[in-house]
């Protein structure tokens, strides 16, 4: 057989190497690699190695040479010996070199879990692998991995497979068995402990949404978003699937991080911490997508059937409304009821696109069950977008419908962001005062018919120097800067009722924008702290 | 907000306590309407006061209005915050402040 046999076409070369590369066959082995590229200078190369047993410095020199005509050089399934003279060598440095995997048989292996991509089992005593159901899951199981790796550096505590591993025709991940307890057997067999896991579930959450993750490292959720919208257009009514996409388009780029399936069982409590599991759906985003798959795993899936919670979290569904409930409003650190609905609505949204995309595309329609399931989550669709106006949402926002009888939620809110920004009394007066008069002109005048939202946003800006205090609302375009100031010297006889508010606004704040965009009225104003 | 009423003959004293804005101004105006009549002496005691947005400068425009038809109406103990925006809508010059 000979030592080296080759495949070209006009994407890469594959190289098949085989027994031993020494200085006795390396001027043969030289000849025929350059025969089999040449012309094909430059093409990326692909070197299988799993029948290669032995690899002198002679056969080292000829990589070397390779890689002065094609830089792009891959190598998989290395064997270790091979590996390790790759690895001290500095070449797996310079080139991408992947071992071989170890093959591990489950045959008469205890199954320990199930999941949607895989089954659990437990090898030996110290040691499980997860088994990917897809022969093809090589590059998921990378992926997760990959992913684990960062969520651990960046202080997410998660478990690491170890390994990579043949099972049968497909692969697996190794981790170490911990003696572990997951959220969801707590909450089934110890109720008691409810308001202990919303607490660790919740500091948790907040400890991902915290993390921010260096661009690129991971795929971002609202594109992922965008294609089930875009899905969507061809089951929901046009406006309301041009209204979603807006809403989902409008969502901004967020760099932290989100799990992406955060519901109880992929979180742990092992003897010393709590873990999180089940990485491969980590992402980037805006924190309404998670909060869109948690009201999923707890209410979304099981509204038509509640005993698929049962099924799937092993609590009944009591007891996964009261957890979705707590959870949220630790989150979102209120008991505002109304804040809290608005915000659960923004989720719902995403929640209800995604399962009726996936329903639909697993043949949820070919089912009588499953046609009624669609029909309902699409019926509460329909009606969460016609009283939503927005997606986004944030801790330094307060979300209202625009009505003075809401004028004190809204000072409550100033004051307390306020507060974090530890501004002067006075400034905060004055601030107070100015959010009073905006807030009242909308309430009072931009909605001509109906009830709509106002949102005003708190946050510092120039380095903590200063407040920006940012206003939108969807009523009718209105540009306050074009009012005319009143005349203040007038005698009390003949002084106008109105404009007064705007004036003293104008006065006491050191800039107030105004732009009318994407069909909202948007004043920004700023004061020096 | 709170306000403390206090009636000897002619004279009205309102001490009014906490924020003057959108929300309870029209407890004053209320205030107003019932006890102004008769009344050739307003004062009002802002000491305690801590707010004022443009809905309580409506109120006091109003009052003001009213007093000059039938006697006087005059304004103690106004902090900073509450002079200065006195001072920017020009109501320093109407009202009487002491």
Not at chain 1, 158 to 164: M, P, V
Not at chain 1, 216 to 225: I, Q, S, T
Request: net charge negative; proline share 2%; glycine share 6%.
């Amino acid at each position: 057989m000979n030592v080296v046999r080759g495949e070209r076409n006009d994407q890469r070369i594959e190289l098949f190497l085989s027994g031993r590369i020494d200085s006795a066959n390396a001027a043969e082995v030289d000849a025929e690699v350059k025969r089999i590229i040449d012309g094909g200078e430059e093409l990326p190369v692909l070197i299988d190695a799993a029948e290669l047993e032995y690899m002198s410095s002679a056969g080292l020199r000829i990589l070397l040479r390779l890689r002065k005509t094609n830089e792009d050089i891959h190598i998989i399934n290395t064997r270790p010996e091979i590996y390790d003279i790759l690895d001290m060598t500095g070449f797996t440095e310079m080139m991408n070199v992947e071992r071989a995997y170890r093959t591990v048989s489950i045959e008469g292996c205890e199954i320990i879990g199930r999941g949607s991509n895989g089954t659990i089992y437990r090898i030996d005593h110290d040691n499980i692998v997860k088994v990917y159901n897809h022969a093809d899951a090589l590059e998921e199981i990378q992926h997760e991995r990959e992913v684990a790796r960062l969520a651990l550096i960046l202080g997410i505590p998660t478990a690491i497979s170890y390994d990579i591993v043949r099972v049968g025709d497909s692969y697996g991940s190794v981790f170490e068995l911990l003696d572990a307890k997951s959220f969801s057997e707590i909450l089934a067999d110890e109720p008691e402990r409810m308001d202990w896991c919303v607490k660790e579930y919740v500091d948790m959450l907040k400890k991902i949404h915290g993390t921010v993750v260096p661009e690129g490292d991971l795929p971002d959720m609202k594109e992922r978003a965008l294609k089930w919208v875009d899905f969507m257009k061809d089951y929901l009514p046009e406006a309301a699937a041009q209204k979603l996409l807006d809403m989902v388009d409008e969502i901004p780029h967020d760099d932290h991080m989100i799990h992406g399936d955060y519901h109880t069982k992929n979180l742990e409590l092992t003897d010393d911490e709590v873990i999180l599991i089940d990485m491969d759906t980590l992402a980037v985003g805006h924190p309404v997508f998670e909060l869109a798959s948690m009201y999923n795993a707890f209410l979304g899936y099981s509204e038509y059937d509640h005993e698929k919670v049962k099924e799937y979290q092993g609590f009944d569904c009591e007891t996964s409304l009261t957890f979705w409930n707590k959870v949220l409003r630790a989150y979102l650190e209120t008991d505002d009821e109304e804040t809290v609905r608005l915000i659960e609505d923004k989720a719902r949204i995403i929640g209800y696109t995604r399962m009726i995309r996936r329903s639909i595309r697993r043949k949820g329609l070919e089912t009588e069950d499953g046609r009624a399931e669609i029909d309902l989550w699409t019926k509460e669709l329909l009606e969460l977008l016609d009283r939503t106006d927005s997606l986004f949402f944030s801790k330094d926002e307060i979300v209202v419908k625009a009505n003075v009888k809401n004028l004190d939620k809204v000072i409550g809110f100033i004051e307390s962001k306020l507060d974090e920004l530890e501004c002067p009394v006075k400034t905060r007066i004055q601030i107070c005062v100015a959010v009073e008069e905006i807030f009242t002109n909308i309430a009072k005048y931009a909605y001509l018919e109906g009830e709509g939202d106002a949102a005003i946003r708190v946050e510092g800006a120039d380095e903590g120097s200063k407040v920006r205090i940012t206003f939108t609302d969807s009523g009718r375009p209105y540009d306050p800067l074009t009012v005319k100031d009143p005349d203040v010297t007038l005698s009390a006889e003949d002084r106008a009722i109105g404009g007064l508010g705007l004036f003293m606004v104008k006065k006491t704040m050191d800039g107030v924008e105004y732009e009318y965009k994407g069909g909202k009225n948007v004043l920004i104003l700023t004061k020096v702290l | 907000m709170t306000i403390n009423k206090e009636i000897q003959d002619k004279t009205m004293t309102l001490k009014l306590a906490g924020r003057l804005d959108t929300t309870t101004s029209p407890e004053l105006e209320e205030e107003l309407k019932a006890s102004l009549d008769g009344i050739e002496d307003l004062r009002m005691d802002f000491s305690e006061l801590e707010y004022i947005s443009s809905a309580g400068l409506r109120i006091l425009l109003a009052a003001q209005k009213t007093m000059n038809k039938q006697g006087t109406m005059s304004i103690t103990g106004v902090n900073d915050t509450i002079m200065e925006i006195f001072e920017i809508t020009g109501f320093s010059d109407i009202l009487t402040i002491k």
